[in-house]
């Protein structure tokens, strides 16, 4: 069964910094494209930032010269870096990747920030 598993999330104060890793079970997702999203109370869920499996990156607008998206291949891993964060990047981050014509999500990780 596949599975992807996100974490790194927490309290973080405006201007700190956090780690996010998205880790698959049954599937590598550095082989995969694997795209970061999030989703505000009461908003609709939004792309973020992505990687290809060959490196590429792409970045919403709104995180461009904050947030950088890496693969450690060693461990099998995409990590979204996030600094300089602000409040209204507050809310639950989800990672999505899979094989063509497959999609898969984890569960999610809460990001807060606040003073």
């Known amino acids: 069964q596949v599975q992807l598993v996100e974490s790194g999330g927490g309290l973080v104060q405006p201007g700190g910094s956090l780690r996010l890793s998205c880790a698959g079970s049954?599937?590598?997702?550095?082989?995969?494209?694997v795209g970061w999203y999030r989703q505000a109370p009461g908003k609709q869920r939004e792309f973020v930032a992505s990687?290809?499996?060959?490196?590429?990156?792409n970045y919403a607008d709104f995180v461009k010269g904050r947030f950088i998206i890496s693969r450690d291949t060693a461990k099998s891993l995409v990590v979204l870096q996030m600094n300089s964060l602000k409040p209204e990047d507050a809310a639950v981050y989800y990672c999505?990747?899979?094989?063509?014509?497959?999609?898969?999500w984890g569960q999610g990780t809460q990001v807060t920030v606040s003073s």
């Open positions: 990687i290809t499996s060959g490196g590429t990156r």
């Open positions: 999505n990747s899979g094989p063509a014509g497959y999609t898969y």
């Open positions: 049954g599937i590598r997702v550095t082989n995969y494209w």
